[in-house]
């Protein structure tokens, strides 16, 4: 016979056995003094209490949500949203976890972790929402939300929902004018490519002066304003929402320079492009002896791409010699004498993004025409990317550069007319710059 082990404390008051230390029936002194209801103990879970003496079987179960749904929010963002179930004895609720999967609704407890919480709104039947920054853009996303309760056994789940929703796609803007822009939460990167505005052509002069006593005319066309300068550069976004200020540098007037163009985000200036320098006015270099006519000389502007130069001289024969705008930060074609009077270019490409299938920019405008009794130079062509032409005719200012483009404006013409009569006109307008933005 097996020894006795139970001790009266045991058995359950009233009732009596045989127990360890005695040969007689004992009677026990267990009482069951629980208050658990079935309501407080979970489902299939069972307990005893005092009211009832026999095994009991908990109905305890987590509060389901109501509703489950997904949006597309803002790029990589995705806006979640779930009603909270009403308050009931024996549904207890602590909020809703949540998993997703590219592949398929993932299931309760399935595919990558999400989210846990109650959206900031813990009231019974109230509307809940989270913002989930999920890892890439255009993808359709599955997810999968649960219902648990939190107890000292760990976290009980309820009911599952599904829904999917998929991420929005990169943004390409472009910016013509100055102006504010709210860039869009849920991006983590932000590309810029900036323009600033060309340079103005260099405006032509003419007149006479008198040396040795006699009277000399004097021809100085205006040189090619230089494009505007270009930059590439990227900014660390951090999914963040941001409130920019967008710049767009103007086109210099007849001798002036263009503006810079920028973004200016949290007090930074990102991607800062400077404005091409302007054309000048050829300047003479010396006089040719006995010839009452003028040698001169003058460089095109620097910029992205340089504005073109000019040259004349006259000693022992006629030399003239020009170059046209240039294009892609290089020098234009020369014509003429040897020598170099373009303006100097950034020394990289002034593509869009720097990528060489990009729309081109700031070409550099041309210099306009010298003429007089005895030869003429120009005008030049402005260079591919915006660049203008400099003036053929001396009642005409040199050609103003396209808009957004950036490109250098053509220079004026300087003409001898007739004896006692030199003739100028001005530089055109640069075009104004440009601002390119990529978020991803």
């Known amino acids: 016979m097996e ?36 309501g407080y103990v979970y489902s299939g879970k069972t307990y005893y209490n005092t009211d009832a003496k026999a095994k009991r079987t908990g109905t305890m179960t987590v509060g389901s949500i109501l509703s489950f749904s997904a949006q597309a929010y803002s790029g990589r963002q995705i806006l979640l949203k779930w009603q909270n179930p009403y308050a009931a004895t024996g549904r207890p609720f602590s909020g809703v976890h949540v998993w997703y999967s590219t592949g398929g609704y993932p299931g309760a407890g399935g595919g990558t972790w999400l989210y846990s919480g109650y959206g900031g ?4 039947g109230g509307w809940c929402q989270a913002v989930a920054t ?13 219902s648990y309760a939190t107890c000292s056994a760990g976290d009980l789940w309820g009911t599952a929902f599904n829904a999917a929703a998929t991420t929005g796609g990169d943004i390409w803007v472009t910016f013509t004018s100055s102006r504010n822009y709210s860039i869009a939460g849920g991006y983590a990167t932000m590309d810029v490519f900036c323009v600033g505005g060309g340079g103005g052509g260099g405006n032509a002069s003419g007149g006479w002066t008198k040396m040795d006593g006699d ?4 021809v100085n066309p205006g040189t090619g304003g230089g494009g505007g300068y270009t930059v590439s550069q990227q900014y660390a976004l951090n999914y963040q929402a941001k409130n920019a200020n967008i710049i767009i540098g103007g086109g210099g007037g007849p001798g002036g320079n263009g503006g810079a163009s920028y973004i200016a985000i949290d007090g930074k200036n990102v991607g800062y492009a400077n404005g091409g320098k302007a054309g000048g006015t050829a300047g003479t270099v010396s006089w040719s002896a006995g010839s009452m006519e003028n040698n001169f000389e003058g460089r095109g502007g620097n910029g992205g791409s340089p504005g073109g130069g000019v040259m004349a ?22 014509y003429g004498a040897s020598g ?10 002034t593509r869009a993004w720097g990528q060489s299938g ?3 920019y700031s070409g550099g405008g041309g210099p306009g025409k010298g003429e007089n009794n005895r030869a003429s130079t120009g005008p030049g062509t402005g260079g591919a990317g915006g660049g203008a ?29 007739a004896s006692n009569d030199v003739r100028s006109s001005g530089g055109g307008t640069g075009g104004s710059g440009i601002v390119l933005l990529h978020l991803y």
């Not at 709104?121 to 019974?124: A, D, L």
């Not at 999920?134 to 649960?146: D, R, V």
């Open 3 to 38: 020894e006795i082990t139970g001790t009266t404390g045991d058995l359950i008051k009233g009732k009596s056995a045989y127990l360890q230390g005695s040969d007689e029936p004992q009677t026990g002194t267990l009482e069951l003094t629980g208050n658990a209801t079935d």
């Open 121 to 124: 709104n813990s009231t019974s």
């Open 134 to 146: 999920l890892p890439n853009l255009n993808t359709t996303y599955y997810f999968t939300a649960c």
């Open 215 to 218: 009277k000399y005319h004097y």
């Open 313 to 334: 001289k006259y000693e022992r024969g006629t030399v003239y010699a020009y170059e046209n705008g240039g294009s892609d930060s290089n020098t234009g074609s020369h």
């Open 340 to 349: 170099n009077w373009s303006g100097a270019g950034q020394g990289r490409t």
């Open 358 to 360: 990009g729309t081109l």
């Open 389 to 417: 032409n400099g003036s053929n005719y001396w009642d005409a200012p040199g050609s103003s550069a396209a808009a957004n483009t950036g490109g250098g404006a053509g220079g004026g013409c300087a003409y001898y007319y």
